[in-house]
């Protein structure tokens, strides 16, 4: 079983950033994958970034690359996402997930709870 909670979410001006966390309990958290997605209004889960178990590869949506970056502390057992040069269209509840394997689907195992992400133009 794993167990993730998500914070840092709030209300940013466009252009702006924030960092989420996504602190990982469990006996298993340690050995997997873990991954960002989000969810606008009325649109599907989608794909934001994830990252391999000893945090060296990471995989990015293409709507993110280059302003989002993910990274994982393997001490704190916490996945970080930062997110840079914030737009409207980021607005969204952000889930932090694990599972053994990296996809990008959402056919993870595990779930956080969710955060929200409000930018404003």
């Known amino acids: 079983q794993v167990q993730l909670v998500e914070s840092g979410g709030g209300l940013v001006q466009a252009g702006g950033s924030l960092r989420l966390s996504c602190a990982a309990s469990g006996r298993t958290s340690r050995n997997a994958v873990m991954a960002w997605f989000r969810q606008a209004p009325g649109k599907e889960r989608e794909f934001v970034a994830a990252?391999?178990?000893?945090?060296?590869?990471?995989t990015y949506a293409d709507s993110v690359k280059g302003r989002f970056i993910i990274s994982r502390d393997i001490a704190k057992n916490t996945v970080y996402l930062q997110m840079n040069s914030l737009r409207p269209e980021d607005t969204a509840v952000y889930y932090c997930?694990?599972?053994?394997?990296?996809?990008?689907?959402?056919?993870?195992?595990?779930w956080g709870q969710g955060t929200q992400v409000t930018v404003s133009s």
């Open positions: 990252v391999t178990r000893n945090g060296y590869s990471t």
């Open positions: 997930a694990a599972d053994q394997l990296l996809q990008v689907g959402d056919g993870y195992a595990y």
